[in-house]
């Protein structure tokens, strides 16, 4: 019998800071809250465990250097724009895609 503890369905959980401002978004078609002052990738993470797939093995990739250097953080906003997650900041009422089914048009030759 195992006594894996099951993986949390986000990738980030906050510990520190939680009295920040809430500011609301949508993540792949769901409305959600995450906190003022928050990356894109922060607030993406703290819903769930990836921000996309990769363009060469479908794998799930999470941000990697967390500074703007890697390129492993692009997402699009709902009209094509794409973003890099984790150097821009979270606006209310942004409306992001994780999840587009055509991964070239977010990394390959698209927008």
Do not use: N
């Amino acid at each position: 019998m195992s006594t894996a503890t099951p993986l949390p369905l986000a990738q980030f959980v906050r510990v520190a800071e939680t009295a920040r401002a809430s500011v609301s978004f949508v993540l792949d078609g769901v409305e959600v809250k995450a906190l003022a002052g928050d990356t894109l990738l922060t607030a993406i993470l703290t819903h769930q465990r990836h921000v996309r797939r990769s363009e060469f093995s479908t794998e799930p990739r999470a941000g990697f250097c967390l500074i703007g250097a890697c390129q492993d953080c692009w997402v699009c906003c709902e009209d094509g724009t794409r973003l890099r997650a984790c150097s821009t900041p979270l606006r209310e009422g942004m409306r992001v895609v994780t999840r587009t089914g055509s991964d070239t048009k977010i990394y390959g030759g698209g927008a």
